[in-house]
């Protein structure tokens, strides 16, 4: 894999660049997040390993301005903090993943393995469907008769489950490992993601699609 590296910590930069350059995978790296952005636009990574707190560009502007220039490059963040409002931010604005410092380099390399397989998956498929809603596997947009809605990552991640596991349930627990990996967040955040991605494919029309199934999860229905 091609791994580009936007870290402003010397000591961390230098383990993580040489652990996976070991490795066999090609690095570049930045130091601030203004250099890492030029790199990200200019070149084709597979991976990007992006630190929330760096000069000149935080590492949240460089998530959501690459995910505005239609960027789908994968993102796992690096944070000082194990805030939910910082963590919850970074997915908002298109992170795909999170670690909070200090983390085992092995863990960072299976998460880096486990999304890349995840993403050469989704490539291989364009769009996704149930009834007159279509998702946008590319874009991470839902389209329902002419209204199109774009969607941040957490929404996208949640509407992905629901068609591919419809017409079963989509548990809370495959709910929390599709969003959260390993880091299990409390009811209430679940019932929010849910609410917000309601608010979008749902309300507008007559017919609601998302199902709650009390103390199981959720599903899509026509019914």
């Known amino acids: 894999m091609k791994l580009l590296l936007i870290e402003d910590h010397a000591e961390i930069s230098k383990v993580i660049f040489e652990y996976f350059e070991l490795k066999g ?10 250099h890492g952005l030029e790199l990200a636009n200019l070149n084709h990574y597979d991976m990007v390993i992006l630190d929330i707190m760096l000069p000149q560009i935080d590492g949240l502007s460089v998530c959501r301005q690459l995910r505005e220039s239609g960027n789908a490059t994968p993102i796992i963040m690096l944070t000082a903090c194990d805030e939910k409002e910082d963590i919850l ?3 908002e604005h298109g992170a795909d993943d999170y670690l909070v410092k200090p983390f085992d380099l092995k863990i960072l390399e299976a998460r880096i393995n486990a999304i890349y397989q995840r993403y050469k998956g989704i490539n291989s498929v364009r769009q996704l469907s149930f009834s007159d809603l279509t998702l946008d596997l590319t874009n991470h947009q839902a389209i329902r008769g002419e209204c199109i809605f774009s969607l941040n990552n957490a929404q996208f991640k949640l509407l992905k489950l629901l068609m591919l596991k419809s017409p079963g349930i989509a548990t809370r627990e495959e709910i929390s490992r599709e969003i959260w990996q390993d880091d299990e967040p409390d009811e209430d ?8 991605l309601r608010t979008l494919i749902d309300k507008p029309f007559k017919t609601g699609y998302i199902k709650t199934i009390p103390k199981v999860g959720y599903q899509l229905t026509t019914g």
């Open 189 to 196: 955040l679940i019932r929010n993601h849910v609410y917000r």
């Open 89 to 91: 931010s970074g997915f």
């Open 25 to 34: 995978h090609e690095m570049d790296y930045a130091r601030d997040g203004k």
